[in-house]
């Protein structure tokens, strides 16, 4: 067990004290495509488990998220949660745990009951208040012209969505009359 941990901190501590900024580039692609795989797993994997109340869905994924942090809780000496006990906001723990499991709810909840389409448009919305809200809470330098456009074709799509079977009634009507 002490041979892992050597190797997995020695590992991420390789990574991340590099001064090689391409190391940490790599390592946050890797871990954003990997977080994305995983989170289209659990979407599809909801959308599959339709007939299943979002509140077993939920304790379910508590009680795996559970046994994960327990696992992974001797890996990092520095948790403050386990080991540093007295240094934990608490408010803000509790803050974070009450938005994430309302925002895994209203994730669960909408993945069952929402058109895959429309799903799929409004969770790419998450994205945009994301970095709005980083922006206007942090010290943030100012969007680009490109983050700016990127965030406005979202928010574009999304409003389209609901409009496409009026273009299309328009779009087949002509053609039927040409």
Do not use: W
């Not at 941990?5 to 991420?12: G, H, P, Q, Y």
């Not at 974070?96 to 895994?104: A, H, P, Q, W, Y």
């Not at 909840?109 to 799929?120: G, K, M, R, W």
Request: charged residues 10%.
């Amino acid at each position: 067990m002490a041979r892992k941990r050597e190797v997995i901190s020695f590992f991420f501590r390789t990574v991340a004290s590099s001064s090689d900024s391409d190391h940490q580039y790599v390592l946050g692609t890797i871990v954003s495509l990997a977080a994305a795989c995983i989170g289209a797993a659990n979407n599809l994997t909801v959308f599959q488990l339709h007939k299943i109340h979002p509140y077993i869905l939920l304790l379910t994924s508590g009680i795996l998220g559970l046994i994960l942090a327990l696992i992974i809780c001797p890996l990092d000496e520095q948790n403050q949660i386990f080991y540093q006990y007295d240094q934990v906001n608490l408010q803000m723990l509790f803050g974070s745990s009450i938005l994430g499991i309302l925002g895994l709810f209203l994730n669960t909840y909408s993945c069952q009951h929402l058109n895959p389409v429309v799903f799929s448009v409004l969770r790419c919305q998450e994205v945009v208040f994301s970095f709005g809200i980083q922006y206007v809470s942090s010290e943030m330098n100012a969007p680009t012209f490109g983050s700016i456009l990127g965030t406005a074709m979202v928010v574009f799509s999304s409003l389209l969505v609901p409009l496409e079977q009026y273009f299309f009634s328009k779009i087949g009507n002509k053609l039927k009359h040409q």
